[in-house]
């Protein structure tokens, strides 16, 4: 008979769990939705990449560069949205069992 225990001996910590709506309102401001999920170079990375962004965006602006302020706001509309979607798949993905949380003690009890 085959025996599927690996199924029921996963288990999750109730304190690792992240709600998604409140990663993706988090995500409204740049890296908090990455920070809410306790991904911190993450967080890190998507605030400097947008704060970058939006400098050059602002610098561009200013020199009438109009060619290369419309690429750096595209630039920052990508990271925007991707910082956001990334924030909601991290938090739905909170309660994905990991092999750190697999519980393998009751495979033998056959």
Request: zero cysteines; glycine letters at 8%.
């Amino acid at each position: 008979m085959i025996s599927f225990s690996m199924a029921q001996a996963t288990h999750i910590d109730s304190t690792k769990i992240k709600i998604p709506s409140v990663a993706w309102k988090l995500s409204l401001i740049p890296g908090m939705g990455q920070f809410y999920n306790e991904k911190y170079i993450k967080s890190a990375s998507f605030m400097m990449a947008g704060t970058y962004a939006f400098m050059k965006r602002n610098e561009f602006s200013e020199t009438g560069q109009i060619g290369k302020r419309n690429t750096y706001s595209w630039w920052l509309f990508g990271l925007y949205v991707w910082g956001m979607l990334d924030a909601y798949v991290d938090a739905q993905l909170s309660t994905f069992p990991t092999e750190k949380n697999n519980n393998f003690e009751n495979e033998g009890d056959e």
